[in-house]
């Protein structure tokens, strides 16, 4: 990148940090105001208006406010949320009612409760969409069985009487709850908004549209979505918690299997996709809640059953009109108090320079069933060196890229990474320790822009960035965020892309793609890359600008492990060439020599010619 496109990026960035924070600055007293005037609702004196069941509604909004985390961020069609308000609520009233607690301590407790309840159920995350949604289901069913088997906890069939308690010093009448859960949904939705900004919730993204190419990045599946998993819990278990003393009772029938479901369709309604989705979506179901309550009733059918039937017609209408939601609708107005994410404002600087390490790989095995992938494959790539692996399709070089990256386990031998063995290390610890990979198709994040997909290959450099700090946006996890955005503009810049940093991926051409890829890749800052397949999908004229690319990063001193099967490619950018057939080296040496060889090429690399 020249000087003067360093100076004209500095001044973009520059512009559009302070945009950002006048955007901000415009939503924030937009949401100030929001929630001065629900404070004032209850001093109106509006006609009709139940204060107590306005602050169920509020909390309602709280726990929906939770699952759209869940939902929205991090893809997981979670049915469990009314099972952790439930654990909150019976906690708080078991400690309130048995024990003698305060209302807010009980509360915090049933909040550690549903957490915990989240954390022992936490391995769901790592299941598929449709067996997550039943799994969580079925936790909804085994917490109200479990409450309607044992009496001695929950009451029975006339419930747990609550004692009235104060709170926060005042009496717990339904007009304070209705403040305390306005603050309550107002602090939780900031909480949430800043999480999702930053880097805890594009990691979330990324595992959503694409979980393969963000777990080859080193973004954690299973703790980022665990994370999202328990936040959501935490939160509907104190939601559960302060309501339960609302109610006065904690009757096992209000919180059935039902309330998990109109919590799901609370968030698909109002938009899983935006922070806010959740709280339109309740409101929502309680405008319609005040037709079809009068309509079931004058209809003589039972009420709870008829809101269940209402909930899965709006379920099936926002499903049809394409599971967006209402949010949408109202998106032209709300981008203006949109936060724009392009907000780096320090220059780029490498990390230390140290000394690089050499990938070596000694006797890899593989068998898929009856099927030899790898047999025995032994090679060592060095730094700044690039070596093409090639052979015929089912030769065993993706199963090798794979072997090496930790996205599965050989059946024998060993991946060492200068004096470490890595055989059976997890793919975040090689990406941290130098070894990144990108995937054999053009594989993107569609949802994101080429800087958005770049910053996702920072997740495992960050200092600060992992677990609850980035989930809380605390001081030094914000800190990172403009180091972190120079250095993906930097990969950007690496592979010819800065001028394209804020074009949606899907708007690139396909070998803009491919090299997006590759500067997420760089982004983890390297020492050894091992590249699938990057001319496919690539015209001709763009071989040699990729080569270029290719052979800048192996300046740099990292080692390049390239899988190809344009052998243009292999010779502008290789200087070693590693032939396989049936998993087994037939041919190793340089480019020429390789090339040179009869039986090699035309049993193994076609009409191709070097």
């Known amino acids: 990148m020249t000087a003067a496109a360093l100076g004209r990026t500095g001044t973009e960035l520059r512009r559009a940090a302070g945009q950002a924070r006048g955007a901000w600055s415009t939503g924030a007293w937009v949401a100030a105001g929001a929630a001065a005037l629900g404070l004032l609702v209850p001093f109106l004196g509006l006609p009709g208006l139940r204060m107590d069941a306005l602050a169920s509604t509020v909390y309602l909004a709280v726990a929906a406010t939770g699952l759209g985390l869940t939902v929205g961020a991090a893809g997981l ?152 998993f328990a936040f959501s819990a935490a939160l509907a278990g104190l939601a559960g918690g302060l309501s339960v003393q609302l109610a006065g009772v904690a009757d096992p029938a209000a919180y059935d299997p039902f309330l998990s479901f109109k919590l799901l369709v609370a968030v698909l309604l109002g938009g899983a996709a935006a922070t806010l989705g ?157 070894i990144a990979r990108t995937l054999q198709a053009t594989s993107t994040f569609p949802e994101l822009t080429a800087l958005e997909t770049v910053l996702v290959g920072r997740s495992a450099r960050r200092c600060y960035g992992g677990g609850a700090r980035t989930a809380l946006a605390t001081p030094r996890a914000r800190a990172e965020e403009p180091a972190a955005r120079a250095a993906a503009l930097h990969a950007l810049a690496m592979v010819g892309l800065d001028q394209q940093a804020d074009v949606p991926v899907p708007e690139l ?54 899988v190809e099967h344009n052998l243009r490619l292999v010779r502008l950018a290789a200087e070693r060439m590693i032939v396989l057939a049936a998993g087994q080296v037939v041919a190793e040496g340089s480019v020429a020599e390789v090339g040179e060889s009869e039986l090699v090429r035309q049993a193994y690399l076609g009409a191709q010619r070097l």
């Open 77 to 228: 069609p979670s049915l469990g949320a009314g099972a952790f308000v439930a654990i909150g609520a019976f906690t708080s009233a078991l400690l309130m009612a048995r024990a003698g607690w305060p209302l807010e301590p009980a509360a915090l407790c049933g909040a550690l409760a549903a957490l915990a309840a989240s954390v022992i159920s936490g391995g769901v995350v790592r299941l598929r969409p449709a067996f997550l949604a039943v799994s969580t289901w079925l936790l909804a069913w085994l917490v109200w069985l479990f409450l309607l088997a044992f009496p001695s906890v929950s009451g029975g069939s006339q419930g747990l009487i609550v004692p009235v308690r104060s709170l926060f010093g005042l009496s717990a009448t339904p007009t304070v709850h209705y403040e305390a859960a306005l603050v309550l949904l107002v602090l939780s939705l900031l909480g949430i908004a800043a999480a999702r900004r930053g880097a805890f919730g594009l990691e979330l993204s990324a595992l959503r549209q694409h979980p393969a190419l963000a777990t080859s990045l080193g973004v954690p599946l299973a703790r980022q979505r665990l994370g999202a």
């Open 278 to 434: 959740p709280v339109v979506g309740v409101a929502a179901l309680g405008l319609i809640g005040l037709v079809s309550d009068p309509l079931a009733r004058l209809l003589q059918l039972p009420l709870q059953r008829f809101d269940a039937a209402v909930a899965a017609f709006l379920l099936v209408f926002v499903l049809a009109l394409g599971g967006d939601g209402i949010i949408p609708w109202l998106t032209p107005w709300l981008s203006r108090f949109r936060r724009p994410r392009s907000q780096a404002t320090v220059p780029y600087r490498s990390a230390a320079p140290g000394p690089k390490a050499a990938l070596r790989v000694e006797g890899l095995t593989k068998a898929f069933g009856g099927v030899v992938a790898l047999d025995g494959l032994s090679f060592e790539v060095t730094p700044g060196e690039t070596v093409a692996l090639v052979g015929p399709n089912g030769s065993g070089k993706t199963t090798a890229l794979r072997l090496i990256s930790g996205a599965m386990l050989p059946d024998a031998g060993r991946v060492c990474f200068g004096d470490r063995d890595l055989t059976e290390a997890p793919t975040r610890e090689r990406v941290r320790l130098g």
């Open 509 to 562: 051409t396909s070998a803009q793609r491919r090299l997006t890829g590759l500067a997420a890749a760089l982004a983890t800052e390297p020492q050894i890359l091992l590249v699938d397949e990057p001319a496919a999908g690539v015209g001709v004229e763009e071989l040699e600008p990729l080569a270029r690319v290719l052979a800048a990063i192996g300046r740099q001193g990292v080692g390049v492990l390239l």
